[in-house]
């Protein structure tokens, strides 16, 4: 076996030896989100399959997982997240943890790769952080995240289709000097600008539709996020995408909020519907800038 | 023409919204989320901010709009030739010229036929110049013996 095997048998023999919760020197713990208590789920495993443990602190709850620190300390991390198929492993273990704790209550999820040296260090956060961590709670509870993507649909027609101008009759004897000027390869390139321009109008009126429906979105939503439009390669589909949103929705409003997704989709538009999700788009704050001398 | 009210109200991949779906789990999705939202705080392992950032900014590349896209340097779709005008260009250009190549070898083949079969029209074709030194007529050894040494008022014909 190789080398990184070996020492992942060495730090669990070590963790079985010491006290898990404590964590050796060797040992990491890793964050993934803070909720206001409650029952959490049992058997929750995370990155690594390292079980998911609550570590309460002042009416908050963190989930956290022992990591070893020869993964996921600065070095190794370093080379790791070069690695996008470690970084698949790690965020779908992170999002599974994440979406199980959001499926029985308020959630903040962390950032991927949150690490502590410890449980204590985590405490302390909790205490230090505890009135932002409330408002987020508060804000999230009881709501739900869903996704709205809308994609200009292929082979959608022009909005106004110009036919292709018809082959210009020429005469018999300006036949062989005409060539290149009436021949199929130059209709066809003339198509082709036709089609272009086609597309420009196109792009335009599903920008305008992307932006009535982000704002019909928004007045059923609690709150709406317009992230960036996702590239072919992460969405998965070859479609141009014109909406990518993010709305946080009260319960009594998700019918509401599907009519108004259904009622866009035409043979212009797709419009996909994701969720719901854990609210990752409604508890985007940052705590690391005023960390500066903060207590390690 | 559908009426987009008699569609399904929602995709069959997904739940109706009161039951909890857990269909979505695109991994771009879940990249997006994990890495760009949530709750940012600076853990213990230091490097984790700095990578993260970075790690963004790679995903960026591939999250990126239009827009910010063209700021960063990813233009893939300019080099979609039914997208880009540049690639329309090239397109234009290169036709173009495969017409005046078309054009030219034309030329040149009549003006090789014109001057191995039929000699006179040859001189008719030539330039004036040509008709002055009428004995030279059809003697394309002379001719080409006076183009390389470059015979004063010469042209070549075909070559305009």
Redesign the interface.
């Known amino acids: 076996m190789n080398e990184s095997h070996h020492t992942v048998g060495e730090s669990h023999h070590a963790r079985g030896e010491n006290h898990p919760a404590v964590g050796g020197p060797g040992q990491g713990v890793y964050l993934y989100a803070v909720t206001s208590g409650g029952e959490p789920p049992r058997d929750l495993r995370g990155v690594l399959d390292g079980a998911v443990r609550p570590v309460p602190y002042g009416g908050l709850v963190a989930h956290v997982s022992d990591v070893p620190l020869d993964r996921f300390g600065e070095e190794p991390l370093r080379r790791s997240l070069e690695d996008l198929d470690w970084v698949e492993g790690v965020a779908r273990a992170h999002h599974r943890v994440v979406e199980a704790l959001a499926a029985a209550g308020p959630t903040a999820p962390v950032r991927l790769v949150t690490v502590y040296t410890g449980d204590e260090q985590v405490r302390d956060l909790l205490d230090r952080r505890h009135d932002d961590f409330a408002e987020i709670l508060s804000h999230v509870a009881g709501r739900r995240e869903w996704g709205v993507k809308a994609y200009l649909r292929r082979g959608t027609p022009p909005p106004s289709p110009a036919p292709p101008p018809p082959a210009a009759p020429s005469s018999a004897a300006s036949a062989a000097s005409r060539a290149g000027g009436g021949s199929p390869g130059m209709a066809y390139l003339r198509r082709k600008k036709e089609n272009l321009r086609g597309r420009e109008d196109l792009w335009r009126a599903a920008a305008e539709l992307a932006e009535h429906l982000h704002a019909e979105l928004g007045q059923v939503a609690v709150a709406s996020y317009r992230h960036r439009p996702q590239d072919p390669q992460l969405s998965g589909r070859s479609e141009t995408m014109v909406l990518n949103g993010a709305y946080l929705v009260d319960p009594a409003r998700e019918e509401d909020f599907a009519a108004v997704v259904s009622g866009f989709r035409d043979r212009f538009l797709d419009v996909e519907l994701t969720g719901p999700w854990a609210p990752y788009s409604f508890t985007s704050i940052d705590l690391g800038a005023s960390r500066a001398g903060g207590v390690r | 023409m ?1 009426d ?2 008699s ?5 069959e991949s ?1 739940a ?3 039951v ?30 700095l ?2 950032e ?2 963004t900014i790679k995903l ?1 590349l ?5 827009d ?2 063209r700021e960063i340097g ?1 233009d ?1 779709w300019e080099r979609d030739p ?2 880009s005008g540049k690639d ?1 260009e090239l ?2 250009e290169n ?1 173009r010229l ?2 005046r190549l ?1 054009a030219v070898e034309e030329r040149l083949l009549a003006w090789e036929e014109r001057t191995e079969l039929e000699p006179g029209a040859y001189a008719d074709d030539r330039d004036r110049q040509g008709e002055r030194q009428g004995e030279r007529r059809g003697d394309r050894q002379a001719e080409a013996r006076a183009r390389r040494l470059g015979g004063p008022g010469r042209t070549e014909p075909g070559r305009e």
């Not at chain 2, 591939?62 to 239009?66: L, M, P, Q, R």
């Open positions: 559908t987009p009210r569609r399904p109200v929602l995709r997904y109706p919204p009161a909890m779906g857990r269909e979505s789990t695109n991994l771009g999705d879940i990249l997006e989320r994990v890495l760009d939202r949530g709750v940012v705080i600076a853990g213990d392992i230091r490097v984790n901010l990578e993260i970075l790690l960026r591939v999250i990126a709009s239009v910010t896209a990813i893939w039914w997208l329309r397109v234009e036709r495969r017409e078309n």
